[in-house]
């Protein structure tokens, strides 16, 4: 894993950014923003094998492959709407990165939703 280089790159933008707010301010909030994007980017490319092992597991376990595509379509706007409420943020538009945040959470809301019918489904069928 990368991780030494996604600590570093995130240490370096950190004192980059802190350097840079002071006189140019703007400035600071790109070097955040791409940062966070080569940080994110490197975290999803490493991120692929893990999602082949699991691919792997659920078919040996015989799991509808919908369960596992809507859990990493959840995991991934989970990730994506913190990154944008954190820049949003950091940009001083606090009230922005709240509403990125809620319509995260609808989203997810509307992705699982198919997945606790399925729950409700098996809990009626069990019930004599």
């Known amino acids: 894993m990368h991780i030494i280089q996604m600590i570093g790159i995130g240490l370096t933008a950190t004192v980059l950014a802190t350097l840079l707010r002071q006189q140019m301010p703007s400035f600071a909030t790109l070097v955040s923003l791409f940062a966070g994007i080569v940080i994110l980017l490197l975290v999803v490319r ?44 950091d940009a001083g538009e606090t009230a922005l990165g709240g509403r990125i945040e809620l319509a995260g959470k609808i989203g997810i809301v509307l992705l699982a939703l198919p997945i606790f019918k399925d729950v409700l489904d098996v809990i009626v069928q069990m019930i004599p």
């Open 46 to 89: 490493s991120m692929a094998s893990a999602i082949g092992t699991v691919q792997q597991l659920t078919a040996a376990a015989k799991v509808n492959q919908m369960f596992l595509q809507t859990l990493i379509r959840i995991l991934g706007i989970a990730y994506v709407v913190e990154f944008a409420a954190d820049v949003a943020r």
